[in-house]
């Protein structure tokens, strides 16, 4: 691991620190997981928006997702 060094305001790095005590972990531990969960949403940010213009530029037809319509739907009593 390499160390860094990281600048934060002083009432971020009390809520920092005081997160990391409820969590019983270190300062470096909760920086750590939080970056990692972050660069997770913005990976996952990214696939959402690629699916999204392949949707736009080649929409889904009817007769696609027609057929499954009896599939998706609830039994009758």
């Not at 009390?14 to 949403?41: I, M, P």
Request: hydrophobic residues 40%.
């Amino acid at each position: 691991m390499e160390t860094i060094q990281v600048v934060l305001d002083a009432k971020l790095l009390k809520a920092t620190d005081l997160a990391a005590k409820r969590q019983k972990v270190n300062r470096s531990v909760l920086v750590r997981e939080a970056l990692q969960q972050h660069l997770k949403r913005l990976h996952d940010l990214k696939l959402e928006e690629r699916d999204r213009c392949g949707y736009l530029a080649q929409p889904q037809r009817e007769e696609e997702f027609r057929v499954w319509e009896d599939t998706a739907a609830w039994p009758e009593l």
